[in-house]
């Protein structure tokens, strides 16, 4: 499988060959990195659970830095093959699109059915990515879905005639799964991109139900048997998928199969963006998924029905609560659809949760009451974020617990704050980061020939580029701080804490603003590195095509990490933990996970500043008033950059103007002083050696909250009801299943 770079070269370590394997980059962002870590925990906590998605050909795009602008290459990953997956020629099932609809009559019962019939039909074949747990037998699984031309398909029995019709219909079925949509917290409304949801929904249901048949039990047992959890609304067509399996293939009567629908499903929410939020033009999924829209109008006809009934002439409530947005076009609300055809809604961290409640389904309360709406904060695997990416803390940590416990109980972990004063201790923890940050100058030295020194400061931002991330807010202060340290005396200078700025992340390919602020960046980064005036007190680092394997190596090596969303809009963050995790500091707003992971770690081990997400709106609507004016600090920071001393004028005129009075949406301006005056603190703090250390052991000592496994536990007991079951989920489970 393995192939040499260069002909008639072999491979002389392991490490070379570990070096070769590729990110299997099936998803954008946290979101699917969060459900690796969850079937990690799955299978290492004993739970018979999987997780199913969808084998991209192509995965996320490799990011290229050209001239300071972010270009993209097109990922083929299984280029050398894919040494993990089974490809399982026995499990495949067919997928219909499009078609038309009639009614049939059952001779037997008289029974009118709704027949779906026509249209294409593609076919599911599976790919199984074992997941085996740590420490037990049990292994998990993730089934991966391959589109291609369904069986009957058979390119000799064609005339010439119909050759090219036969070629597009194989191109049109392998399309299906051909290529990742790179955008995250964005939604694009794409037909092919609502093909890839039902194509996956649709294959999974018919695996699951295989298998529910197999124990040759009544339906009404299903819900006890099965649970869904959708991840996000990207699935959510499974819902009105099973209500169309039940009634019209398996000829149950209506409420009894919404009954077995929604004891089935539980949704997680992910985001609160308004532009994440799946719409789908009703028209577009009439044309695809013709039953499926009338499934969807009874659901959602029924449901209005009983809202109705309780809130009598409440016609606002029946607006804001239906499936179905009116306008032009008529929308389809995935979130909405997800609420209604589940058991359990929740968020990903408490504010988020505490959000969704307030605003989001603020509407859907009133009518089910506050119960079905809970939180369940993210977590991540302790095996991969500290064991595998940080393998000599890792030792270092079980050396003085006596064990490796640790690693399947993060409780365990608090016995190191014991240690958080121990000189000895400290020196030991210290030497660990600053292996890790010579690690990390050393990939940087070899890839982009920056010198950073391991004694500066490592402050790291990396994370999907999005303007509510505020990137461009780290830059910006970054600026300002060059523009200090230019203006200092030498005596002054020599005492200022160096500093090595580092960004990674990549823009969706269509997100100008976001990819202005890698431009920004990178020509920051050319003059600031190049400026011998500033004595190596400030560099800055662009570092291209973050991923994985990259993370791996950055996070371990962070002194401080900056999660700097606008209040109320970072959902949970789950890369905030791994830092923390590893002994990094962070450097962040009062936002997603940041809030829990303080109330952990102790206030005084963590850099909050900015606007509460409660007075967030209010800020929004006094900008729009044109009631404020841009702080002084931001205004000098702004000025340089329009007046071209980081390149043309007029490059990043469309980017500054995200900052102009009106508009601000992420609220830059109002956070920028409180930003800036912390940072400085921090440098001030970094100089204490000893304190610091402290600080970096005590972040690590009080992470127990945020293991995957934590988690998946309350999953497992508050949302799906099972338990773990250590026999049951064997290799030999997977093969026969
Ligand atoms: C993301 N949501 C959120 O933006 C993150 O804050 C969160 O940590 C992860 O989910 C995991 O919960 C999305 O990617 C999506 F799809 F919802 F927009």
Redesign the pocket.
């Known amino acids: 499988m393995f192939i040499p770079k260069e002909p008639g070269t072999l491979v002389s370590a392991m490490e070379d060959l570990i070096d070769e394997e590729r990110d299997a980059a099936l998803g954008?962002?946290?979101?699917g990195r969060?459900a690796a870590c969850y079937v990690d925990s799955l299978a290492s906590c004993d739970l018979p659970g999987w997780g199913y998605g969808l084998r991209y050909n192509y995965g996320m795009f490799q990011q290229r830095i050209v001239d300071g602008y972010q270009t993209e290459v097109p990922d083929y990953w299984l280029n050398s093959g894919n040494p993990w997956e089974l490809p399982r020629v026995d499990k495949t099932y067919n997928v219909r699109f499009f078609g038309g609809l009639h009614d049939e009559k059952d001779p037997e019962t008289g029974k009118v059915k709704r027949v779906w019939d026509g249209g294409q039909v593609v076919q599911a074949a599976a790919y199984d990515v074992p997941i085996p747990g740590y420490d037990t037998t049990t292994m998990g699984n993730i089934r991966l879905w391959s589109s291609r031309p369904n069986s009957s398909f058979d390119l000799s029995s064609f005339n010439e005639g119909n050759y090219n019709q036969a070629v597009e219909e194989k191109k049109s079925a392998e399309n299906i799964t051909s290529i990742l949509y790179p955008n995250?917290?964005h939604m694009v409304g794409k037909e092919l991109r609502l093909k890839q949801e039902y194509f996956l929904v649709a294959a999974t249901l018919q695996d699951i139900i295989y298998r529910f048949k197999k124990g040759k039990k009544p339906w009404c047992e299903f819900p006890n048997q099965v649970a869904i959890q959708l991840n996000?609304t990207?699935p959510t067509l499974a819902i009105p998928e099973l209500q169309r399996i039940l009634v019209d293939e398996e000829c149950l009567e209506w409420d009894e199969a919404w009954d077995i629908v929604t004891r089935t499903f539980a949704f997680?929410?992910?985001?609160v963006?308004p532009e994440?939020l799946e719409r789908w033009p009703v028209d577009l999924v009439k044309h695809l998924l013709p039953r499926h829209m009338e499934i969807i109008y009874a659901i959602n006809l029924f449901f209005l029905q009983k809202v109705e009934k309780q809130f009598p002439g409440d016609r606002d409530l029946l607006v804001q609560v239906s499936a179905i947005e009116e306008g032009s076009p008529q929308c389809l609300r995935m979130a909405s659809l997800a609420v209604i055809g589940s058991h359990t809604v929740n968020g990903?961290a408490a504010l988020h949760s505490h959000l969704i409640r307030t605003t989001l389904f603020q509407h859907f309360i009133r009518y089910y009451g506050e119960e079905k709406f809970t939180n369940v904060t993210?977590g991540i695997s302790p095996r991969r974020w500290l064991h595998q990416a940080n393998p000599n803390l890792s030792q270092l940590i079980s050396s003085k617990l006596g064990g490796i416990e640790w690693i399947k109980d993060m409780e365990k972990l608090r016995a190191l704050n014991d240690l958080a004063t121990d000189k000895e201790f400290q020196e030991a923890w210290m030497d660990v980061k600053l292996h890790n940050k010579m690690r990390l100058a050393g990939y940087i030295k070899n890839n982009l020939g920056i010198e950073v020194s391991p004694d500066a400061l490592f402050d790291i931002q990396v994370k999907r580029i999005h303007e509510y991330k505020r990137q461009f807010m780290n830059i910006l202060s970054v600026i300002h701080r060059y523009h200090e340290l230019k203006a200092m005396e030498p005596s002054e200078l020599d005492e200022a804490t160096p500093r090595v700025v580092i960004f990674g992340g990549k823009a969706a390919p269509g997100y100008y603003i976001a990819k202005l602020v890698i431009k920004l960046i990178s020509s920051v980064s050319a003059k600031v590195n190049s400026d011998c005036s500033i004595k190596n007190k400030l560099k800055v680092v662009f570092l291209p095509d973050y991923n994985v394997s990259l993370a791996e190596v950055i996070i371990p090596a962070s002194d401080i990490s900056q999660h700097i969303s606008t209040a109320g809009t970072?959902?949970?963050?789950?890369s905030n933990m791994k830092f923390v995790l590893n002994g990094g500091l962070i450097l962040g707003t009062v936002d997603?996970?940041n809030i829990e992971i303080g109330e952990e770690i102790g206030k005084d081990n963590i850099f909050f500043f900015g606007v509460l997400a409660q007075d967030v709106e209010d800020l929004r609507h006094h900008n729009r008033m044109g009631k404020s004016a841009m702080v002084s600090s931001l205004c000098a920071v702004v000025q340089s950059v329009r007046e071209g001393e980081y390149g043309t004028p007029g490059v990043f005129a469309p980017l500054l103007d995200t900052l102009t009075i009106g508009t601000d949406y992420y609220l830059v301006s109002v956070d920028f002083d409180a930003y800036i005056e912390k940072q400085r603190e921090i440098e001030e703090l970094y100089k204490d050696k000893s304190c610091w250390a402290a600080k970096s052991i005590r972040c690590t000592a009080n992470m127990a909250k945020f293991s995957s496994d934590r988690s998946i536990r309350e999953y497992a007991e508050r949302i799906w009801n099972i338990e773990p079951c250590p026999l049951a989920a064997t290799p030999e489970a997977i093969l026969n299943d």
């Open positions: 954008n962002g946290g979101l969060l995250d917290n996000d990207h997680t929410n992910h985001t963006l994440a990903v993210n970072e959902a949970s963050g789950t997603g996970a």
